[in-house]
């Protein structure tokens, strides 16, 4: 059934406290990465507020469904849609990166219930989300698996190795949903390795492919839902997002792929998130 | 004398003893895991065949995973099903899996705490005409290093077979080293097995030099051994199937025993077992160690028998490692 208006405001309004909530850690942490989570934000708030089945309370239910983060490295997006749907208080989340903390630089499974694995070393998340596809298949397990990739990280070998075995095995319960903003560290990817025509190269390799914008929280969930009418193949959704979207001095920007905010800046920044819509006091205002 | 107690085979020095290759224990083991337990997968990149994978793959067709030549998806593959509450075993020759897949394992299987046991084929010079490329010697280093790892070295088929269905009921990850060539089948069924013991094979009245040995090294180390009895050189000869967690009491006992020590492994004498032993000692109870292994070089074609041979990994070169160590 489609979502109501309503419906999709409800969830716009918790991208943008994940939003808010990522550039606080960051300025905190004084280190990681900015453009992803930010471009990720309404891509985690749907997954987390309405796509997944699954119960913060109970990280290791076993009917919830999975989601691997390929891409480590972005994982405040996912720590900060954890904390506001429940998993844990979100004043943890600015613990980020300091000693002694769950919330690791990059994801540690053992340290945080929920994670699902350790990732930040890109290319092999998509192997472990089409194994646990695989393994759900053979004991009939209705869960669905999603696995959140970077578009860069589809330069590592490693990732076509696994598209072409989830090609073979049609692991229809799997979702990849590839973040295309078009920037990795050295700068846009079409210059450092071009990927194009990559919604080809996934039809190639027998995936069924949906092209999103990744800022578009309805069309996002209408091609989850899409995903799980295609029996016959897994589905990549191909989530063309603006690098650091509701940021506008981040926005387009590969430099800030991997540095945090000033303290400054997060001021402007957080004005700026709120600036979208509706107004969330904190102590930055 | 032999140690009765290790219960191998009435006369391990027969020439007519069996031999097979440990990669055999590998197919039985993964067989006989498979029956007890309906949980274990075995992965295979492309080598079903050599690894003999496919005598898992035959028994039981819908629990064998094929993943092609692609040993990093293999690796990450297994993490996946472990997560998804299987037991997998992947399985390839070592100088790819753990040799081009080193960072998946650590990433997504080491620190990430799954139960997946890689099983490296074709380990050490004795893969023989292949050369060099398809030689792994440095595989134990890699592994070793890795904390939560579990390394098995066994000695021949029989306790391949053992530590591959011990392996299943472990926690976390564990590598498992295999050669492709036959070696004697000298342990038996009630030969003790068990991950972290270490097994005197022979001991002398008053031993003067300890031969600590791994994988299918045990035999020829047991072998210079018997040759040095007979020449008035006692000895005690330690197999260590598990590299580790190492048998630090049993090290140490046999240091004492003995007093000096002389390591015998097929791989680079860098980073593996004898520096795996040498460790302990140095902490624990230091004497004079020789290191018997590659000494950093690479292999080469060659028969296998060659290969031991010129590598100074035979039975002959051991005696006269033991000697002179004896002597001094």
Known sequence: MALTDKEIL???????????????????????????????????AALYFHVLKHDPKNPEWEERDRLILSNGHIVPVRYAAMALSGYFPVEETLTLRKFGSRLQGHPERMRLPGLETTSGPLG??????????????????????????????????????????????????LTGIMDRNNIQIDGMTEDIMPLEPVADKYRAFNWHVIEVDGHNIRQFIEACEEAKAIVEKPTIIIAHTIAGKGVPDIEYDYHWHGKPPTKEEAKKFLKEIRSMKGKVPHEYA | MLNADAKLVANPFDEKLEKKSTRDGFGAGTVEAGEKNPNIVVLCADLSESTRAEW?????????????????????????????????????????????????????????ERHVIICGMHAGVSVGPDGATHQML??????????????????????ARKAVVAAASLSGPVYIRFGRS?????????????????????????????LLATGSMSFNALSAARSLESDGIGTVVLHVPTVKPLDVDAVIATAKLAGKIVTIEEHQVAGGFGSAVAECLAKKYPVPIEFIGLQDEFGQSGDPDE???????????IAEVARRMSSI
Request: charge should be negative.
């Open chain 1, 10 to 44: 409800k969830l716009e309004s918790h991208a943008e406290e994940i939003r808010e909530t990522i550039i606080k850690m960051l300025v905190e942490a004084k280190s990681g990465h900015t453009a992803g989570p930010l471009d990720m934000s309404d891509i985690f």
């Open chain 1, 124 to 173: 092999s998340g998509l192997s472990q989300a089409a194994a646990i596809a695989y393994a759900f298949r053979m004991d009939k397990k209705p869960n669905r698996i999603y696995c959140a990739m970077s578009d860069g990280e589809h330069d590592a070998g490693n990732i076509w190795e696994a598209v072409l075995w989830a090609g073979k095995n049609k692991l229809h319960n």
């Open chain 2, 138 to 159: 440095e595989d134990m280093g890699l592994m070793r290093a890795l904390p939560h790892m579990t390394v098995l070295n066994p000695c021949d088929a029989e306790e």
């Open chain 2, 307 to 317: 290969l031991i041979e010129h590598y100074g990994l035979h039975p002959s070169h």
């Open chain 2, 56 to 112: 898992f793959q035959k028994k039981f067709p819908e629990r064998f995973i094929e993943v092609g030549v692609a040993e990093q998806n293999m690796a990450a593959l297994g993490s996946g099903f472990s997560a998804a509450g299987k037991i997998p075993y992947i399985a390839s020759y070592a100088c790819f899996s753990p040799g081009r897949n080193y960072e998946q394992i650590r990433t997504t299987i080491a620190l990430n």
């Open chain 2, 182 to 210: 036959n070696v004697p089948v000298f342990t038996t069924a009630e030969t003790p097995f068990e991950v972290g013991k270490a097994l005197v094979l022979w001991k002398s009245e008053k031993p003067k030099v300890a």
